[in-house]
C-alpha cells in the first residue's frame, strides 16, 4: 500500500496494551495522512475519508469473520452470530432491515419517554450516599438495562438477567472467545428461552408494543420473520442495546466532567439533551471504531485496497478532525454529523431509541448532580474497539 | 404524492433505498437520487422511508 508523493504512512500498533485510539499519536497520525497502517490492515482517521468509507458499495461490514478467526466456526455462538443483521449483505440484510425498522420507529419511541424520564429519576433518587454514586452499577447498568425491558414489555426488575447474561455474552468480542466459550453458549442458550417464551406470549396476546410489531413485521412480498429470526434479533438487541448505553453514559459524565460548564448549561437548559448526545457522541463515542472488509480490489484516493483488507473506521478520530469541526466541546453549537451509530446501509438500528433514553436522561442527571468530580477507582475498557468505564465513581453537590 | 429530500441533510446512508427500492436509491457514485412524485400506491413504503431516516430528510406532501 504505497500513496502517492512522498509521504510516509504512519504505523498504529493498536494491539499494543497500552495503545489508545483518542491519543495524541493518533490524532497526529491524522494530521500526516488520511489513514495509518495497523496489524489488522488500515485505520481511517479523517472525516472525509470515514464518511465515505462507512457508506463505500466495494466494502461490507467486516466483523463477520471474528468467531472464525478465533477458532469459532460452529455450535450455537457460531450459528447466532452469523444470523445478526450486521452480519448480512444484500438482499437478505434488506429484508430483515425492512421487517425489523418499524419496531424501532421514532413513532413508537416516542410514547416511552416518561418512562425513561420516571426511571431516570428513580435511579439518581436512589442512590446509597448523598452526593457521591459508583455510575456505573449506580446508574449506567440499570438504566440501560430496564430501558430494554420497557422496550421488550417485560417486569423491570428482571433487569439483572439482561445485564449479566450480555455481559457473558460480550466475552465473545474479546480475544479469549475460544476459551469462554462454553459460558457464552451457556448465556446465549439462557436468553434463548427468554425471548421464545415473550414470542410466544405476544402471539397469543398481542399488545401494543415492540415485540408485538416485530412478530407481526411484514412490508411487501417479504417473508415474514420466522420464530429462529425473531428470537436471533431480539438476544442481538438485548445485547447490542445493553452495553452500548451503559458505556456511552459512562463516556458522557467524563466529558462533562472536564466540561463543568457544559453540565451546568444542561441543567439550566434540559432542551439542549439531544445535542448534548450528539456531541458527546463525537467527542468520546463508545464505538471508537467501525469496522469494514474490503469486497474487491479497488484503489481509494491512490491506495490499492485489495479484497479481504480489514478497514477501521476510527470514529472519535473522525470526530474531532480539524479539518472539519472547531476544537472544544460545546452543546450548543451546530455541528456536522457524527458517525457513531455507523453508517451507511449496517446504520445502528436501534439509534432512536439510544438518542432518546440518552436525551432524556442527561439533562436530568445534570440537575440533580452538580458540580461533577470524578473519583479515584474507575477502571475501564481498553480504548478500542468498544470502550467505556467498567466504574466510575463520582462526588457531587445535590441538585433538586 | 410527493416526495421531498433535504439535501443538505441527507449523508447518503440509503436507509430509505432499502424500505422503498421503488423510489429511493443509491447510485454508483453513492449518492441518492429519488422519485419526486410516486404513486399514491407505494404511500406505505415511501413512509417508512422518511421514519426511518437516520437524519430524518424525508418530507412528505400530498
Known amino acids: ?40 490492515g488500515i485505520a481511517v482517521l479523517r472525516y472525509e475519508q470515514v464518511s465515505r468509507l462507512l457508506k463505500h458499495p466495494k466494502l461490507r461490514q467486516g466483523s463477520v469473520s471474528w468467531p472464525a478467526h478465533h477458532g469459532v466456526t460452529e455450535g450455537p455462538f457460531a450459528e447466532w452470530f ?34 425513561f424520564q420516571a426511571l431516570a429519576t428513580e435511579l439518581i433518587d436512589n442512590f446509597e450516599q448523598p452526593g457521591q454514586c459508583e455510575f456505573v452499577s449506580e446508574f449506567a447498568e440499570p438504566y440501560a438495562a430496564r430501558v430494554i425491558a420497557i422496550m421488550l414489555g417485560i417486569p423491570e426488575e428482571e433487569w439483572p438477567i439482561i445485564a449479566r447474561e450480555s455481559v457473558t455474552i460480550g466475552l465473545a468480542l474479546g480475544v479469549t472467545i475460544r476459551e469462554d466459550l462454553p459460558e457464552i453458549e451457556a448465556a446465549l442458550k439462557n436468553l434463548y428461552a427468554y425471548c421464545d417464551d415473550l414470542i410466544a406470549d405476544r402471539r397469543a396476546n398481542p399488545r401494543e408494543d415492540f415485540v408485538t410489531a416485530l412478530v407481526n413485521a411484514a412490508h411487501g412480498d417479504d417473508a415474514r420473520l420466522s420464530d ?13 442495546g445493553f452495553d452500548t448505553t451503559r458505556n456511552q453514559l459512562g463516556l458522557a459524565m467524563q466529558t462533562f466532567a472536564q466540561n463543568p460548564d457544559q453540565w451546568a448549561l444542561l441543567a439550566e437548559q434540559p432542551e439542549l439533551g439531544r445535542a448534548a ?26 491506495v490499492e485496497l485489495k479484497a479481504g483488507t480489514t478497514l477501521h473506521l476510527y470514529t472519535e478520530s473522525a470526530g474531532t478532525d480539524p479539518r472539519v469541526f ?26 432512536f431509541v439510544a438518542r432518546s433514553d440518552m436525551s432524556e436522561a442527561l ?12 473519583l479515584p477507582g474507575s477502571e475501564w475498557l481498553p480504548d478500542s474497539g468498544n470502550t467505556g468505564p467498567m466504574r466510575l465513581p463520582i462526588a457531587f453537590t445535590p441538585g433538586n | 404524492m410527493k416526495v421531498t429530500v433535504d439535501m443538505t441533510l441527507c449523508e447518503d446512508h440509503g436507509q430509505c433505498a432499502i424500505a422503498a427500492p421503488e423510489v429511493f436509491r443509491i447510485n454508483d457514485d453513492g449518492h441518492l437520487e429519488y422519485e419526486g ?17 437516520p437524519v430524518q430528510a424525508i418530507l412528505l406532501g400530498a
Request: aromatic share 8%.
Open chain 1, 1 to 40: 500500500m504505497q500513496a502517492p508523493g512522498s509521504t510516509t504512512i504512519p504505523a498504529l500498533d493498536v494491539n499494543a496494551p497500552d495503545f489508545s485510539i483518542t491519543s495524541p499519536e493518533v490524532h497526529a497520525a491524522r494530521e500526516e495522512s488520511w489513514y495509518a497502517t495497523t496489524p489488522y
Open chain 1, 82 to 115: 452469523a444470523s445478526w443483521i450486521l452480519n448480512k449483505e444484500g438482499d437478505e440484510h434488506h429484508r430483515l432491515r425492512r421487517l425489523m425498522n418499524p419496531a424501532f420507529s421514532p413513532k413508537l419511541i416516542g410514547g416511552l419517554v416518561p418512562r
Open chain 1, 228 to 240: 429462529t429470526e425473531l428470537r436471533d434479533a431480539m438476544v442481538l438487541l438485548i445485547f447490542g
Open chain 1, 277 to 302: 448526545v450528539e456531541e458527546v457522541m463525537r467527542v468520546n463515542p463508545t464505538v471508537r471504531w467501525v469496522t469494514r472488509e474490503v469486497l474487491e480490489d479497488f484503489e481509494y484516493e491512490g
Open chain 1, 326 to 351: 472547531e476544537g472544544g466541546f460545546d452543546i450548543a453549537a451546530e455541528r456536522k454529523p457524527h458517525y457513531g451509530f455507523g453508517g451507511g446501509a449496517h446504520h445502528c438500528l436501534g439509534h
Open chain 1, 363 to 374: 439533562p436530568l442527571l445534570a440537575r440533580k448532580m452538580r458540580d461533577l468530580q470524578l
Open chain 2, 37 to 53: 412524485e410516486p404513486s399514491d400506491e407505494l404511500e406505505e413504503y415511501v413512509e417508512e422511508a422518511a421514519d426511518v431516516c
